[in-house]
């Protein structure tokens, strides 16, 4: 099992940056392929959209044409965790942020993935 705890979230204003947090625990001695993703409030995260991911080793990675120019994904593996900088924030990013950990390659569709934070709110504000 692997637990995985997002922070960082928060409410911003449009132009400004936020830094999002997936801390992991548990069985870490195997590196996953990670992915950050992000839904509107109030939806099922069954529902969630593909923002970022990341490969076991860092790699490679990939990025939703939204944000690309904009946010950037990495991870220290020696600290278990996974970042999402944003920056240039935009009203249209306000959503719950949910990162999620994959046994496989990394990959854009969340069914590929095998655990999921609780996730953490971002706001961004005109």
């Known amino acids: 099992q692997v637990q995985l705890v997002e922070s960082g979230g928060g409410l911003v204003q449009a132009g400004g940056s936020l830094r999002l947090s997936c801390a992991a625990s548990?069985?870490?001695?195997?590196?996953?392929?990670m992915g950050w993703f992000r839904q509107a409030p109030g939806r099922d995260r069954v529902f969630a959209r593909f923002v970022a991911a990341i490969s076991q080793r860092g790699g490679v990675t990939y990025y939703t044409d939204s944000v690309k120019d904009r946010f950037t994904i990495s991870r220290d593996n020696a600290k278990n965790t996974v970042y999402l900088q944003m920056s240039n924030l935009k009203p249209e990013d306000t959503a719950v942020y949910y990162c999620?950990?994959?046994?496989?390659?990394?990959?854009?569709?969340?069914?590929?993935?095998?655990?999921w934070g609780q996730g953490t709110q971002v706001t961004v504000s005109s």
């Open positions: 999620a950990a994959a046994f496989t390659a990394t990959s854009m569709k969340g069914g590929a993935y095998d655990y």
């Open positions: 548990g069985r870490t001695d195997t590196n996953y392929a």
